[in-house]
């Protein structure tokens, strides 16, 4: 079936690819963006200019247009959201939230993490807002009956993505034959999920009934240790034999403090997800895209235009000062 879909946002790495899986399934896609997207979006999606916050604008056109489907891509703060019950209840058959799995406590109480994980993130504000947003959209779904279903993806990439802290730098060092350095001992357990096999398994959740009022982790469920990912990018990229050096993750975060918070509340934890009720919503859903494939994607995409491999110098400093210690 069908279905009119609104897009608040939308056009980035994740949402784009939603975008095209969207068109691809046959629905009718509106996307508000307040700038020209610089991703390349369905020629048959209708893209309208404008601010996503405001009210206003969104009430126009939920009024001009039954939606079936809202999607915000660009709700990071509960002020950001605080009208939306009043727009869209009524309005609406379904409000998609995109939050995080950042929001999940570090250190996890028990693995794997599910959706009843418990929520809490003190130090890293991005997370912790998140929280906030979903408090503030439950509370509506209780109250008023906002339809409301909350998504929460974990690292997701594609081609133009290097999944690692260090990006294409830390390609760069392991051709060169210099350490790449992996935080921690390398064995902590991570997940990565191609955009594709995002747009894969959350398309199907707009429209179903059966995904109101919940929250659902959006994940592949593949497991990976820090040393495999920089192993498989190193194959993607033609080394035989990577240098790995491991360093606690203090002493990379005093050596490149830009990467203390996302080590300390994510990077250094392992992260193990049940997709049980993303796989009871949509039934048969699998990834399609390895990691292994995924590597070879991204460095495909690096190597056809030099301009796309940037290294940073200060950076790569850094990795060697840390690297000789």
């Known amino acids: 079936m069908s279905l009119r879909v609104l897009f608040m946002g939308g056009a980035g790495m994740i949402g784009s690819a939603a975008a095209a899986e969207a068109v691809r399934q046959g629905h009718e896609l509106t996307l508000v963006t307040r700038t020209e997207p610089r991703r ?18 969104l ?3 939920t009024d001009r247009t039954d939606y079936d489907v809202v999607v915000n891509w660009v709700g990071y703060q509960p002020e950001q959201l605080a009208g939306h019950p009043g727009v869209f209840s009524g309005h609406v058959g379904q409000y998609v939230f995109i939050s995080t799995c950042s929001v ?43 339809p409301v279903t909350i998504v929460r993806p974990f690292h997701t990439y594609d081609r133009t993505v290097v999944p690692l802290l260090a990006g294409w730098t830390a390609i760069e060092r392991m051709r060169k034959g210099k350490p790449a350095v992996v935080h921690g001992d390398g064995t902590s357990v991570w997940t990565l999920m191609h955009s594709a096999d995002f747009a894969r398994a959350l398309v199907p959740l707009l429209g179903n009934s059966h995904a109101i009022g919940e929250s659902v982790n959006v994940v592949s469920g593949d497991i990976l240790t820090w040393d495999q990912i920089h192993l498989e990018l190193a194959a993607a990229a033609g080394v035989r034999e990577p ?12 050596r490149w403090p830009a990467w ?40 495909a995409y690096h ?23």
């Open 40 to 57: 390349a979006l369905p020629e048959s999606a209708r893209q309208v200019r404008g601010d996503v916050y405001d009210d206003t604008l």
């Open 59 to 61: 009430a126009e056109l």
């Open 260 to 299: 203390g918070d996302v080590l300390e509340h994510d990077f250094r934890h392992s992260m193990l997800f049940d997709i049980a009720k993303l796989r009871r919503l949509v039934p048969g859903f699998a990834p399609r895209v390895s990691f292994s494939a995924g590597a070879r994607e991204v460095v």
């Open 243 to 254: 240098v790995l050096v491991h360093r606690a993750s203090e002493s990379v975060a005093r």
């Open 303 to 325: 190597d056809h235009d030099g301009s796309r491999r940037r290294v940073n110098p200060d950076l790569d400093s850094a990795l060697d000062q840390l690297a000789a210690t």
């Open 104 to 146: 999940f406590a570090r250190p996890v109480p028990s693995l794997p993490i599910t959706e009843s994980s418990p929520r809490r993130q003190p130090g890293f504000r991005y997370a912790r807002d998140k929280i906030a947003c979903e408090e503030l959209l439950e509370g509506s779904y209780r109250e008023c009956g906002l």
